[in-house]
């Protein structure tokens, strides 16, 4: 797990670990970047399926609870069949759009 900072968005690129895995650190690692958006990037890993997706509900439901971004970037799943509750794109660039229009939409008070 590679853990960059860019501004107030954390980047978590996992690597080799499996999803269980990388879930089970996120949740230990999880006060270090509780305030700050996240994304996940799991463009590394082989084809996904909607249970490794699956894994990310319990933090991704909880922090953005908080009011925070959680945003996870891969190409390797159907987006039609990931649930609306999190949040899944295929590219860094789409993560740092959905990030930039989420804080718009908490300033404005949506």
Same mark, same amino acid.
């Given at each position: %797990?590679?853990?960059?900072?860019?501004?107030?968005? *954390?980047?978590?690129?996992? !690597?080799?670990?499996?999803?269980?895995?990388?879930?089970?650190?996120?949740?230990?690692?999880?006060?270090?970047?509780?305030?700050?958006?996240?994304?996940?990037?799991?463009?590394?890993?082989?084809?996904?399926?909607?249970?490794? &997706?699956? !894994?990310?509900?319990?933090? *991704?439901?909880?922090?953005?609870?908080?009011?925070?971004?959680?945003? &996870?970037?891969?190409?390797?799943?159907?987006?039609?069949?990931?649930?609306? !509750?999190?949040?899944?794109?295929?590219? %860094?660039?789409?993560?740092?759009? &959905?990030?930039?229009?989420? !804080?718009?939409?908490?300033?404005?008070?949506?």
């Amino acid at each position: %797990m590679i853990l960059d900072q860019n501004g107030n968005i *954390s980047i978590i690129t996992q !690597e080799k670990a499996t999803v269980i895995e990388l879930v089970k650190k996120l949740q230990t690692l999880y006060p270090k970047f509780k305030n700050n958006n996240i994304i996940v990037a799991l463009t590394t890993l082989k084809k996904l399926v909607l249970e490794d &997706i699956i !894994e990310f509900l319990e933090i *991704s439901n909880n922090h953005r609870a908080t009011k925070h971004s959680f945003v &996870i970037v891969t190409d390797k799943i159907d987006l039609n069949i990931v649930p609306d !509750e999190v949040v899944v794109v295929p590219t %860094m660039q789409e993560a740092y759009d &959905i990030i930039e229009m989420e !804080e718009m939409e908490r300033d404005l008070g949506f």
